[in-house]
Protein backbone atom coordinates (compact mmCIF):
# COMPACT_ATOMS: atom_id res chain seq x y z
CA UNK A 1 0.00 0.00 0.00
CA UNK A 2 2.53 2.41 1.05
CA UNK A 3 4.30 1.92 -2.16
CA UNK A 4 1.48 2.55 -4.43
CA UNK A 5 0.95 5.91 -2.04
CA UNK A 6 4.55 6.31 -3.25
CA UNK A 7 4.03 5.84 -6.94
CA UNK A 8 0.62 8.02 -7.03
CA UNK A 9 2.71 11.04 -4.96
CA UNK A 10 5.75 10.78 -7.61
CA UNK A 11 2.59 11.16 -10.49
CA UNK A 12 1.12 14.43 -8.54
CA UNK A 13 4.19 15.50 -8.13
CA UNK A 14 5.27 14.84 -11.94
CA UNK A 15 1.76 16.67 -12.70
CA UNK A 16 2.24 19.87 -10.53
CA UNK A 17 6.33 20.32 -11.56
CA UNK A 18 5.23 22.56 -14.70
CA UNK A 19 2.33 24.61 -12.21
CA UNK A 20 5.28 25.50 -10.13
CA UNK A 21 7.08 26.71 -13.19
CA UNK A 22 4.02 28.23 -14.10
CA UNK A 23 4.12 30.34 -10.64
CA UNK A 24 7.84 30.90 -10.04
CA UNK A 25 8.73 31.57 -13.84
CA UNK A 26 8.59 36.16 -13.99
CA UNK A 27 9.21 38.08 -17.29
CA UNK A 28 12.36 39.10 -18.32
CA UNK A 29 11.95 43.36 -17.56
CA UNK A 30 12.77 45.75 -19.72
CA UNK A 31 12.31 49.84 -19.53
CA UNK A 32 10.34 50.88 -22.30
CA UNK A 33 13.08 53.25 -23.39
CA UNK A 34 15.31 50.77 -24.24
CA UNK A 35 12.78 48.76 -26.89
CA UNK A 36 13.68 50.08 -30.51
CA UNK A 37 10.64 51.74 -32.06
CA UNK A 38 12.06 51.46 -35.23
CA UNK A 39 12.59 47.60 -35.09
CA UNK A 40 9.51 47.59 -33.43
CA UNK A 41 7.65 49.17 -35.98
CA UNK A 42 9.16 46.68 -38.67
CA UNK A 43 8.05 43.65 -36.24
CA UNK A 44 4.60 44.60 -36.13
CA UNK A 45 4.24 44.69 -40.13
CA UNK A 46 5.98 41.52 -41.03
CA UNK A 47 3.69 39.71 -38.44
CA UNK A 48 0.50 41.50 -40.25
CA UNK A 49 2.56 39.85 -43.43
CA UNK A 50 2.84 36.34 -42.34
CA UNK A 51 -0.96 36.44 -41.15
CA UNK A 52 -1.14 37.86 -44.77
CA UNK A 53 0.61 34.59 -45.97
CA UNK A 54 -2.17 32.26 -44.72
CA UNK A 55 -5.22 34.82 -44.83
CA UNK A 56 -5.93 34.63 -47.15
CA UNK A 57 -2.88 34.02 -49.21
CA UNK A 58 -2.31 30.21 -48.68
CA UNK A 59 -6.38 29.94 -48.66
CA UNK A 60 -6.30 31.43 -52.37
CA UNK A 61 -3.45 29.56 -53.50
CA UNK A 62 -5.08 26.14 -52.47
CA UNK A 63 -8.63 27.28 -53.09
CA UNK A 64 -8.03 27.63 -56.95
CA UNK A 65 -6.63 24.67 -57.52
CA UNK A 66 -9.00 22.05 -55.64
CA UNK A 67 -12.28 20.93 -57.70
CA UNK A 68 -15.32 23.78 -57.55
CA UNK A 69 -17.42 21.42 -55.31
CA UNK A 70 -14.58 21.76 -52.55
CA UNK A 71 -13.39 25.53 -52.97
CA UNK A 72 -15.40 27.07 -49.62
CA UNK A 73 -13.98 23.70 -47.50
CA UNK A 74 -10.09 24.47 -48.43
CA UNK A 75 -10.89 28.04 -47.19
CA UNK A 76 -12.56 27.04 -44.38
CA UNK A 77 -9.55 24.61 -43.15
CA UNK A 78 -7.28 27.90 -43.41
CA UNK A 79 -9.51 30.34 -41.26
CA UNK A 80 -10.45 27.53 -38.95
CA UNK A 81 -6.71 26.60 -38.37
CA UNK A 82 -5.82 30.12 -38.09
CA UNK A 83 -8.69 30.39 -34.87
CA UNK A 84 -7.54 27.62 -33.45
CA UNK A 85 -4.25 27.64 -33.57
CA UNK A 86 -4.48 31.43 -32.10
CA UNK A 87 -6.22 30.01 -28.82
CA UNK A 88 -3.64 27.08 -28.87
CA UNK A 89 -0.96 29.39 -28.86
CA UNK A 90 -1.78 31.71 -26.13
CA UNK A 91 -2.63 28.71 -23.90
CA UNK A 92 0.15 26.47 -23.62
CA UNK A 93 2.05 26.82 -26.85
CA UNK A 94 4.23 29.72 -26.78
CA UNK A 95 5.37 28.96 -23.28
CA UNK A 96 6.45 25.27 -24.25
CA UNK A 97 7.87 26.43 -27.67
CA UNK A 98 10.25 29.22 -26.59
CA UNK A 99 10.64 29.13 -22.13
CA UNK A 100 13.96 27.96 -21.50
CA UNK A 101 12.25 24.78 -19.63
CA UNK A 102 14.65 21.92 -20.74
CA UNK A 103 16.58 21.52 -24.24
CA UNK A 104 13.60 19.45 -25.60
CA UNK A 105 10.74 21.59 -24.12
CA UNK A 106 10.00 24.79 -22.87
CA UNK A 107 8.07 25.37 -19.10
CA UNK A 108 4.59 26.85 -18.61
CA UNK A 109 6.27 30.10 -17.12
CA UNK A 110 4.32 31.82 -20.11
CA UNK A 111 1.23 29.44 -19.33
CA UNK A 112 -1.73 31.79 -20.25
CA UNK A 113 1.15 34.56 -21.40
CA UNK A 114 1.77 34.74 -17.96
CA UNK A 115 4.22 37.49 -16.98
CA UNK A 116 3.86 38.89 -20.44
CA UNK A 117 3.42 42.35 -19.06
CA UNK A 118 3.31 45.89 -19.90
CA UNK A 119 3.55 48.33 -16.70
CA UNK A 120 3.00 52.01 -18.18
CA UNK A 121 3.47 53.68 -14.73
CA UNK A 122 7.13 51.67 -14.49
CA UNK A 123 7.70 52.20 -18.11
CA UNK A 124 8.43 48.41 -18.06
CA UNK A 125 7.38 45.64 -20.34
CA UNK A 126 8.50 41.99 -20.77
CA UNK A 127 11.01 40.96 -23.58
CA UNK A 128 11.73 37.41 -24.98
CA UNK A 129 15.78 36.75 -24.87
CA UNK A 130 15.98 35.88 -28.50
CA UNK A 131 14.33 39.50 -29.15
CA UNK A 132 15.32 41.95 -26.68
CA UNK A 133 14.77 45.23 -28.56
CA UNK A 134 10.94 44.52 -29.07
CA UNK A 135 8.67 43.48 -26.44
CA UNK A 136 7.29 40.09 -26.05
CA UNK A 137 4.19 40.61 -27.22
CA UNK A 138 5.46 41.25 -30.35
CA UNK A 139 7.88 38.84 -30.31
CA UNK A 140 4.98 36.02 -29.79
CA UNK A 141 2.52 37.14 -31.76
CA UNK A 142 5.25 36.87 -34.78
CA UNK A 143 5.66 33.39 -33.59
CA UNK A 144 2.04 32.12 -33.62
CA UNK A 145 1.71 33.08 -37.16
CA UNK A 146 4.37 30.77 -38.19
CA UNK A 147 2.53 28.12 -35.50
CA UNK A 148 -0.53 29.02 -37.55
CA UNK A 149 0.60 28.91 -41.21
CA UNK A 150 2.11 25.19 -40.67
CA UNK A 151 -0.54 23.11 -40.11
CA UNK A 152 -2.74 24.82 -42.85
CA UNK A 153 0.27 23.84 -45.29
CA UNK A 154 -0.33 19.98 -44.55
CA UNK A 155 -3.82 20.66 -45.40
CA UNK A 156 -2.71 21.07 -49.13
CA UNK A 157 -1.98 17.17 -48.73
CA UNK A 158 -5.12 15.69 -48.19
CA UNK A 159 -7.35 18.24 -49.96
CA UNK A 160 -10.89 16.74 -51.02
CA UNK A 161 -11.26 14.35 -48.35
CA UNK A 162 -10.93 14.93 -45.01
CA UNK A 163 -13.46 15.17 -42.46
CA UNK A 164 -13.42 18.76 -40.85
CA UNK A 165 -13.68 17.20 -37.30
CA UNK A 166 -11.05 14.98 -38.02
CA UNK A 167 -8.94 17.67 -39.35
CA UNK A 168 -9.70 20.02 -36.49
CA UNK A 169 -8.40 17.34 -33.72
CA UNK A 170 -5.42 16.38 -35.77
CA UNK A 171 -4.51 20.54 -36.47
CA UNK A 172 -4.48 20.66 -32.24
CA UNK A 173 -2.92 17.45 -31.74
CA UNK A 174 -0.10 18.06 -34.20
CA UNK A 175 0.49 21.20 -33.15
CA UNK A 176 1.17 20.73 -29.61
CA UNK A 177 2.58 17.18 -29.99
CA UNK A 178 5.12 18.12 -33.41
CA UNK A 179 5.13 21.74 -34.26
CA UNK A 180 5.87 23.03 -31.04
CA UNK A 181 8.51 20.67 -29.46
CA UNK A 182 10.39 21.10 -33.11
CA UNK A 183 10.27 24.65 -32.95
CA UNK A 184 12.03 24.37 -29.59
CA UNK A 185 14.48 22.26 -30.14
CA UNK A 186 15.58 24.56 -33.36
CA UNK A 187 14.32 28.16 -31.88
CA UNK A 188 14.61 28.11 -28.29
CA UNK A 189 17.42 29.45 -26.35
CA UNK A 190 19.08 26.24 -24.97
CA UNK A 191 17.22 23.74 -27.60
CA UNK A 192 19.34 20.89 -28.43
CA UNK A 193 19.77 21.09 -32.21
CA UNK A 194 20.17 24.78 -31.79
CA UNK A 195 23.03 23.93 -29.38
CA UNK A 196 24.16 21.83 -32.48
CA UNK A 197 24.64 24.41 -34.42
CA UNK A 198 21.58 23.75 -36.82
CA UNK A 199 21.11 26.71 -38.96
CA UNK A 200 17.43 27.43 -39.81
CA UNK A 201 16.73 31.13 -40.27
CA UNK A 202 12.79 31.42 -41.00
CA UNK A 203 11.76 27.87 -40.73
CA UNK A 204 12.91 25.31 -43.33
CA UNK A 205 13.22 22.90 -41.00
CA UNK A 206 10.53 23.74 -38.51
CA UNK A 207 7.72 25.30 -40.94
CA UNK A 208 8.31 23.17 -44.33
CA UNK A 209 10.23 20.04 -43.56
CA UNK A 210 7.65 19.49 -40.98
CA UNK A 211 4.49 20.29 -42.80
CA UNK A 212 5.57 18.11 -45.85
CA UNK A 213 6.26 15.07 -44.11
CA UNK A 214 3.12 15.53 -42.08
CA UNK A 215 1.55 16.32 -45.54
CA UNK A 216 2.66 12.82 -47.43
CA UNK A 217 1.92 10.49 -44.12
CA UNK A 218 -1.46 11.99 -44.10
CA UNK A 219 -2.05 11.59 -47.75
CA UNK A 220 -0.64 7.97 -47.81
CA UNK A 221 -3.22 7.39 -44.70
CA UNK A 222 -5.73 8.51 -45.85
CA UNK A 223 -5.54 6.91 -49.32
CA UNK A 224 -6.20 8.59 -52.83
CA UNK A 225 -9.12 10.44 -54.19
CA UNK A 226 -11.88 8.93 -55.74
CA UNK A 227 -11.37 8.90 -58.93
CA UNK A 228 -7.63 9.94 -58.96
CA UNK A 229 -5.65 9.20 -62.00
CA UNK A 230 -8.63 7.65 -63.80
CA UNK A 231 -11.00 10.53 -63.97
CA UNK A 232 -9.24 14.74 -64.36
CA UNK A 233 -8.94 16.59 -61.45
CA UNK A 234 -8.14 19.88 -62.84
CA UNK A 235 -7.63 23.38 -60.93
CA UNK A 236 -11.34 24.88 -60.82
CA UNK A 237 -10.13 28.87 -60.72
CA UNK A 238 -6.28 29.44 -61.46
CA UNK A 239 -7.26 33.16 -61.13
CA UNK A 240 -7.28 32.74 -57.01
CA UNK A 241 -4.40 30.79 -56.99
CA UNK A 242 -1.89 33.42 -59.38
CA UNK A 243 -3.65 35.82 -56.56
CA UNK A 244 -2.88 33.82 -53.41
CA UNK A 245 0.45 32.93 -54.75
CA UNK A 246 1.48 36.51 -55.13
CA UNK A 247 0.26 37.03 -51.52
CA UNK A 248 2.36 34.31 -50.41
CA UNK A 249 5.28 36.08 -52.47
CA UNK A 250 4.91 39.69 -50.62
CA UNK A 251 4.03 38.07 -47.30
CA UNK A 252 6.86 36.09 -47.16
CA UNK A 253 9.23 39.36 -46.72
CA UNK A 254 7.67 39.27 -43.53
CA UNK A 255 8.19 35.75 -43.36
CA UNK A 256 12.39 35.84 -43.73
CA UNK A 257 13.06 39.34 -42.92
CA UNK A 258 11.06 39.83 -40.59
CA UNK A 259 13.02 36.55 -39.24
CA UNK A 260 15.92 38.90 -37.67
CA UNK A 261 13.68 40.69 -35.54
CA UNK A 262 15.31 43.99 -36.30
CA UNK A 263 15.46 46.79 -39.04
CA UNK A 264 19.16 46.31 -39.84
CA UNK A 265 21.46 45.03 -42.23
CA UNK A 266 20.55 41.06 -41.98
CA UNK A 267 16.68 41.96 -42.73
CA UNK A 268 17.91 43.42 -45.74
CA UNK A 269 20.18 40.56 -46.90
CA UNK A 270 17.05 38.50 -46.34
CA UNK A 271 15.14 40.47 -48.20
CA UNK A 272 17.28 40.26 -50.74
CA UNK A 273 17.92 36.73 -50.97
CA UNK A 274 14.21 35.73 -50.77
CA UNK A 275 13.43 37.38 -53.88
CA UNK A 276 16.11 36.15 -55.96
CA UNK A 277 15.83 32.72 -54.96
CA UNK A 278 12.13 32.72 -55.71
CA UNK A 279 12.18 34.63 -59.11
CA UNK A 280 14.87 31.78 -60.05
CA UNK A 281 12.94 29.02 -58.78
CA UNK A 282 10.07 30.54 -61.04
CA UNK A 283 12.21 30.54 -63.87
CA UNK A 284 13.65 27.08 -63.30
CA UNK A 285 10.50 25.40 -62.86
CA UNK A 286 8.90 26.92 -65.88
CA UNK A 287 11.75 25.95 -68.00
CA UNK A 288 11.51 22.62 -66.96
CA UNK A 289 8.05 22.12 -67.22
CA UNK A 290 8.34 23.94 -70.79
CA UNK A 291 11.02 21.60 -72.09
CA UNK A 292 9.13 18.71 -70.69
CA UNK A 293 5.37 19.69 -71.48
CA UNK A 294 6.34 21.66 -74.39
CA UNK A 295 4.34 24.86 -72.76
CA UNK A 296 4.80 26.66 -69.81
CA UNK A 297 1.88 27.25 -67.11
CA UNK A 298 0.75 29.49 -64.74
CA UNK A 299 0.25 26.68 -62.05
CA UNK A 300 3.88 25.84 -62.97
CA UNK A 301 5.57 29.06 -62.38
CA UNK A 302 3.57 30.17 -59.39
CA UNK A 303 4.04 26.47 -58.00
CA UNK A 304 8.09 27.34 -58.70
CA UNK A 305 7.99 30.71 -56.99
CA UNK A 306 6.61 29.14 -53.84
CA UNK A 307 9.28 26.05 -54.44
CA UNK A 308 12.06 28.86 -54.82
CA UNK A 309 10.48 30.74 -51.28
CA UNK A 310 10.13 27.66 -49.32
CA UNK A 311 13.88 26.50 -49.93
CA UNK A 312 15.97 29.98 -49.43
CA UNK A 313 13.57 30.12 -45.47
CA UNK A 314 16.08 28.69 -43.60
CA UNK A 315 19.21 29.84 -45.49
CA UNK A 316 17.32 33.52 -45.85
CA UNK A 317 19.75 35.24 -43.46
CA UNK A 318 22.92 33.27 -43.45
CA UNK A 319 23.63 32.90 -47.53
CA UNK A 320 24.61 35.94 -49.92
CA UNK A 321 23.22 36.01 -53.31
CA UNK A 322 25.28 33.59 -55.16
CA UNK A 323 23.75 31.03 -52.64
CA UNK A 324 20.13 32.66 -53.29
CA UNK A 325 20.81 32.41 -56.64
CA UNK A 326 21.93 28.53 -56.35
CA UNK A 327 19.20 27.33 -53.91
CA UNK A 328 16.41 29.02 -56.23
CA UNK A 329 17.21 26.96 -59.22
CA UNK A 330 17.71 24.00 -57.69
CA UNK A 331 14.70 24.45 -55.84
CA UNK A 332 12.53 24.68 -59.27
CA UNK A 333 13.97 21.94 -60.83
CA UNK A 334 14.33 19.50 -57.75
CA UNK A 335 10.46 20.29 -56.96
CA UNK A 336 9.52 20.15 -60.47
CA UNK A 337 10.37 16.51 -60.40
CA UNK A 338 9.43 15.88 -56.52
CA UNK A 339 5.75 16.88 -57.54
CA UNK A 340 5.40 15.61 -60.70
CA UNK A 341 7.40 12.72 -61.94
CA UNK A 342 8.04 11.62 -58.47
CA UNK A 343 4.55 11.38 -57.25
CA UNK A 344 3.29 9.81 -59.91
CA UNK A 345 5.68 7.48 -59.83
CA UNK A 346 5.70 6.12 -56.65
CA UNK A 347 1.19 6.81 -57.28
CA UNK A 348 1.01 8.74 -54.08
CA UNK A 349 -2.15 11.34 -53.71
CA UNK A 350 -0.53 14.48 -52.41
CA UNK A 351 -3.58 16.75 -53.68
CA UNK A 352 -2.24 20.30 -54.02
CA UNK A 353 1.48 19.07 -53.86
CA UNK A 354 2.32 20.28 -49.79
CA UNK A 355 4.83 17.53 -49.79
CA UNK A 356 6.59 18.16 -53.65
CA UNK A 357 6.70 21.76 -52.67
CA UNK A 358 7.20 22.01 -48.66
CA UNK A 359 8.69 18.87 -47.79
CA UNK A 360 10.91 18.53 -50.61
CA UNK A 361 11.73 21.94 -50.95
CA UNK A 362 12.49 22.30 -47.07
CA UNK A 363 14.83 19.31 -47.34
CA UNK A 364 16.81 20.84 -50.24
CA UNK A 365 16.78 24.24 -48.65
CA UNK A 366 17.99 23.12 -45.07
CA UNK A 367 21.06 20.94 -47.03
CA UNK A 368 21.71 23.80 -49.02
CA UNK A 369 22.14 25.69 -46.16
CA UNK A 370 24.72 23.78 -44.67
CA UNK A 371 26.24 24.54 -48.01
CA UNK A 372 26.35 28.15 -48.63
CA UNK A 373 26.01 29.66 -45.43
CA UNK A 374 28.65 32.84 -44.92
CA UNK A 375 29.96 33.50 -41.69
CA UNK A 376 30.46 36.93 -42.26
CA UNK A 377 26.58 37.63 -43.16
CA UNK A 378 25.03 35.21 -40.53
CA UNK A 379 27.71 34.25 -37.64
CA UNK A 380 27.77 31.11 -38.12
CA UNK A 381 29.79 28.49 -40.66
CA UNK A 382 27.32 26.00 -41.97
CA UNK A 383 28.07 22.33 -41.88
CA UNK A 384 25.96 20.00 -44.07
CA UNK A 385 26.55 17.28 -41.63
CA UNK A 386 24.78 18.99 -38.85
CA UNK A 387 22.00 19.94 -41.10
CA UNK A 388 21.80 16.64 -42.47
CA UNK A 389 21.07 15.28 -38.93
CA UNK A 390 18.25 17.82 -38.61
CA UNK A 391 16.66 17.02 -41.37
CA UNK A 392 17.10 13.33 -40.80
CA UNK A 393 15.25 13.78 -36.92
CA UNK A 394 12.55 16.14 -38.27
CA UNK A 395 11.29 13.88 -40.89
CA UNK A 396 11.39 10.84 -38.64
CA UNK A 397 9.89 12.30 -35.31
CA UNK A 398 7.60 14.00 -37.56
CA UNK A 399 6.89 10.70 -39.55
CA UNK A 400 6.23 8.98 -36.51
CA UNK A 401 3.84 10.99 -34.36
CA UNK A 402 2.06 11.55 -37.17
CA UNK A 403 1.31 8.60 -38.20
CA UNK A 404 0.38 7.65 -34.29
CA UNK A 405 -2.06 10.93 -34.47
CA UNK A 406 -3.57 9.47 -37.47
CA UNK A 407 -3.97 6.14 -37.14
CA UNK A 408 -5.44 7.69 -33.17
CA UNK A 409 -7.84 9.86 -35.13
CA UNK A 410 -9.24 7.34 -37.12
CA UNK A 411 -10.04 4.65 -34.14
CA UNK A 412 -11.86 7.18 -32.31
CA UNK A 413 -13.69 9.66 -35.00
CA UNK A 414 -12.71 8.64 -38.38
CA UNK A 415 -10.67 10.24 -41.00
CA UNK A 416 -11.93 10.26 -44.38
CA UNK A 417 -15.66 11.54 -45.17
CA UNK A 418 -17.66 8.65 -46.86
CA UNK A 419 -17.94 7.89 -50.31
CA UNK A 420 -21.32 9.53 -51.34
CA UNK A 421 -20.28 12.80 -48.89
CA UNK A 422 -16.65 12.87 -51.83
CA UNK A 423 -18.13 12.62 -54.61
CA UNK A 424 -21.10 15.23 -53.40
CA UNK A 425 -18.15 17.60 -52.22
CA UNK A 426 -17.32 18.88 -48.90
CA UNK A 427 -18.87 22.28 -49.36
CA UNK A 428 -22.08 20.69 -49.24
CA UNK A 429 -21.59 17.46 -47.79
CA UNK A 430 -19.45 19.07 -44.45
CA UNK A 431 -20.85 23.04 -44.37
CA UNK A 432 -23.67 22.95 -46.23
CA UNK A 433 -22.67 25.85 -48.60
CA UNK A 434 -21.48 25.87 -52.60
CA UNK A 435 -20.43 28.22 -55.19
CA UNK A 436 -22.77 28.85 -57.92
Given at each position: ?8 S?C???LLA ?5 A ?9 K????G???W??M????V ?5 P?L????G??VRK??I???L ?14 VL ?7 T ?13 LN ?18 NI ?10 T????T ?7 F ?14 L ?10 H???A???W???K ?12 I?AG??G ?9 RLG???E?M ?8 F?G ?15 A ?15 I?A ?28 A?L???T?A ?34 D ?20 V?AV ?25 I ?17 S???E ?14
Open positions: MKKQWAALYLLSPLVAFAGGPTIADVTINSDTAMLATALLFMTLGALFYGMKNLATMQSFAISALVTILWVGYSLAFTGSPYLGDLSRLMGMVYLKEAGQLSVHPLASPESVFMMFQMFAIIPALITGAAERMKFSAMLLFSTWSLLVYVPVAWVWPGGLANGVLDFAGGTVVHNVALVTALVLGKFGKAPPHNLILTMAVMLWVGWFGFNAGSTAADGRAGMAMVTTQAAAAALAWMCTEWIKKKKPSLLGIASGTVGVAIPAGFVDAKGALIIGIAAGVICFWGATSAKHALGYDSLDAFGVHGIGGILGALLTGFKAIGGSDGSLAVQAMAVCITIAYCGVTLVLLKFIDLIIGLRVEDDREGLDISLHGERVD
